[in-house]
């Protein structure tokens, strides 16, 4: 299935893609086609594969790389990869794993997977953030959200071949795709992975029952509380691009009651409000203010490999 836009295109571009310096020039269809992209698809499994002799007491040689991808060519491999399941899985499982991977750009409204459809790609999630949304006559409704802790399509490679939500790129980013078939072969030789894998899909499912129970039993400051904490974990930052408009709309609120709830963050400090951008000031204040079902999700996701520095 190739990724399209939900709604109007987005003006906004991805930055450094995969922790290259260069800004790809040119985003076509359902990837980024830039040189660079090319070197990291190479230099992903190579480098894995060069880390694995160098364990192993073999030689390796930098000269044979094409120049684009040994001049990106960095020391620590586990550095590089920014993914929490991949970078936390052994050097084996990296370089067989690592051929098939392709790095994309995240563009903001980009659709990955379409419900009731079949899933051809799973994307691990290197920056950026995916939201999970179902889709019923007259709305949506945002269940998760994943970051560079998960995979986009996990469970239904898991369990299913059909996608169950619509996932959406909430803030733009980078990420790892592969081709559903190449990764059921490589986690077939390679069960770590499948284990991982396995343990971010058992999180997200109470990810998901956690939120469609808090969205009928608590009130919008706890919501918007949980909301604003979980985002902050899936991207590891205190500064989200998002607007009230967007919460209105998935979370199933009023606008005007979630203007007045930031007010009242913001007046406690907890927040500080840009246009287009909130800021989170006081992180331990703010989970206070969340109820239950946010330490419930985080204690889940606690027991996903983590990644170092």
């Known amino acids: 299935m190739n990724e399209r836009l939900a709604g109007p295109p987005a003006n906004r571009k991805s930055s450094a893609l995969l922790g290259f310096d260069q ?35 073999e030689q390796s040689d930098l000269s044979i790389l094409p120049r684009s991808v040994a001049s990106v060519v960095r020391p620590n491999m586990r550095s590089f990869v920014k993914n929490a399941i991949l970078a936390t899985a052994p050097l084996q499982d990296l370089a067989a794993i690592g051929r098939y991977l392709e790095p994309i750009a995240l563009r903001e409204r980009m659709v990955l997977q379409e419900p009731k459809k079949k899933v051809d790609y799973v994307y691990f999630i290197e920056s950026g953030l995916v939201s999970l949304r179902i889709v019923a006559a007259g709305g949506t409704f945002e269940t998760a959200v994943i970051g560079h802790r998960g995979a986009v399509g996990a469970s239904a490679l898991l369990w299913g071949h059909v996608s169950t939500h619509q996932s959406v790129v909430l803030f733009p980013g980078t990420a790892l795709r592969i081709r559903v078939g190449d990764l059921r072969r490589v986690m077939d030789e390679c069960p770590n992975i499948q284990e991982q894998l396995s343990r971010f899909v058992e999180a997200l499912n109470l990810h998901c029952a956690q939120t469609g129970f808090c969205g009928v039993w608590h009130n919008r400051e706890k919501r918007l509380a ?65 109820c239950g079902c946010y330490r419930l999700i985080a204690g889940a996701y606690a027991l996903m490999p983590r990644l170092s520095g």
Not at 45 to 55: D, G, K, S, T, Y
Not at 239 to 251: F, G, M
Request: hydrophobic share 40%; aromatic share 8%.
């Open 23 to 57: 800004t790809p020039s040119q985003i076509s269809g359902d990837a980024c086609r830039a040189e660079p992209v090319q070197a990291a698809k190479e230099y992903h499994w190579f480098v894995a594969e060069n880390e694995l002799n160098m364990l192993n007491h």
């Open 226 to 290: 949980s909301w604003l904490c979980l985002a902050s974990d899936a991207i590891d930052a205190h500064v989200l691009p998002v607007t009230h408009d967007y919460l209105s709309s998935v979370l199933g609120l009023p606008r005007p009651g979630i203007t007045e709830t930031f007010i009242q963050f913001t007046e406690q400090r907890l927040i500080r409000r840009m246009r287009g951008v909130l800021q989170i000031d006081d992180r331990d204040c703010l989970e206070q203010k969340a």
